[in-house]
C-alpha cells in the first residue's frame, strides 16, 4: 500500500480557500485517493475519494494531476467547524485484497476567527 | 440511532485483565475493522473482517484477538491488558464494493493502569 506524505499543520482563517496536498510517489495504477476528517475524540469521516483529475461533491474538491504522485484536497471558505485533522489515504478501492489500511498522522487544520 | 456503535465508551482496567470492547453496526455492511489511535500517531488497523468466517490481522495485532458474532457484531478482546494499549479504539464498517469509504464508531478511550 503507498504511503502517504502530508504536512504535520497548517493554520488558515474563517472564509479562505485551503488546499492540502498530500504525496504519493509509490501510488500503484489501481490505487484510488481517498480523504478522511477527523474531530477530536470522534471517528473519522469519509470526505471524498477519486482517481485522477479532478472530483467535487458538496464538502469539498479533490485534484490528481496526471502523474498521480499527489493529490490536493481543497476545502472552499473554511469556517471554524472545519478545524480538524485531515488523512489521506491511497489503496485499492475494490477487489477482497484489501490490506493493511495505513491512515498516517494527518494534517491538523486550525480555523481561526 | 447511530449507525455503528462501540460499548463501552470509556473503560479504566488493571494491568493483566481481560477486556472486551464491541461494536454493532445498522448498515448493512459485510466489512468491519478494529483501529486503534495513539496521540500524534493515526490511526492503526488492528484486525478486519470481510464477513463472519474471514478475519484478518491489521498491522498491530499482537495482544488482541476478535471475534465476529454476526454480521452486524464485531468485537475486539485485549486476553491480558498492558499500559502500553491505552488508547482510544475505533470500530468501523464498510461495504465490499467500496472499502475506502468507511463509516467509524464514536470510540472508547480505554485506559489500563
Known amino acids: 500500500l503507498a504511503k502517504t506524505t502530508q504536512p504535520v499543520s497548517m493554520d488558515s482563517y474563517e472564509g479562505q480557500e485551503v488546499n492540502i496536498t498530500c504525496s504519493h510517489n509509490?501510488?500503484?495504477?489501481?490505487?484510488?485517493i481517498t480523504w478522511y476528517q477527523q474531530f477530536p475524540s470522534q471517528g473519522p469521516r469519509f470526505i471524498i475519494q477519486g482517481y485522477k483529475t479532478k472530483v467535487t461533491n458538496e464538502v469539498a474538491s479533490l485534484f490528481i494531476p496526471a502523474d498521480r504522485k499527489s493529490s490536493t484536497l481543497s476545502l472552499p471558505r473554511v469556517s471554524l467547524s472545519d478545524t480538524a485533522v485531515y488523512y489521506c489515504?491511497?489503496?485499492?478501492?475494490?477487489?477482497?485484497?484489501?490490506?493493511?489500511?495505513?491512515f498516517g498522522r494527518g494534517t491538523q487544520l486550525t480555523v481561526w476567527p | 440511532d447511530a449507525d455503528v456503535t462501540q460499548t463501552p465508551r470509556n473503560r479504566i482496567t488493571k494491568t493483566g485483565k481481560r477486556i472486551m470492547l464491541e461494536c454493532s453496526q445498522t448498515k448493512g455492511h459485510d466489512r468491519m475493522y478494529w483501529y486503534r489511535q495513539d496521540p500524534g500517531l493515526g490511526l492503526r488497523l488492528i484486525y478486519y473482517s470481510f464477513d463472519v468466517k474471514d478475519i484478518n490481522k491489521g498491522e498491530i495485532s499482537d495482544g488482541y484477538s476478535v471475534s465476529r458474532q454476526a454480521q452486524a457484531k464485531f468485537s475486539l478482546s485485549l486476553e491480558s491488558a498492558i499500559p502500553n494499549q491505552t488508547a482510544l479504539y475505533f470500530c468501523?464498517?464498510?461495504?465490499?464494493?467500496?472499502?475506502?469509504?468507511?463509516?467509524f464508531g464514536p470510540g472508547t478511550r480505554l485506559t489500563v493502569t
Open positions: 489515504l491511497v489503496g485499492y478501492r475494490r477487489g477482497s485484497t484489501l490490506g493493511r489500511l495505513y
Open positions: 509509490n501510488i500503484a495504477t489501481n490505487d484510488y
Open positions: 468501523a464498517t464498510s461495504d465490499s464494493g467500496t472499502p475506502y469509504e468507511q463509516y
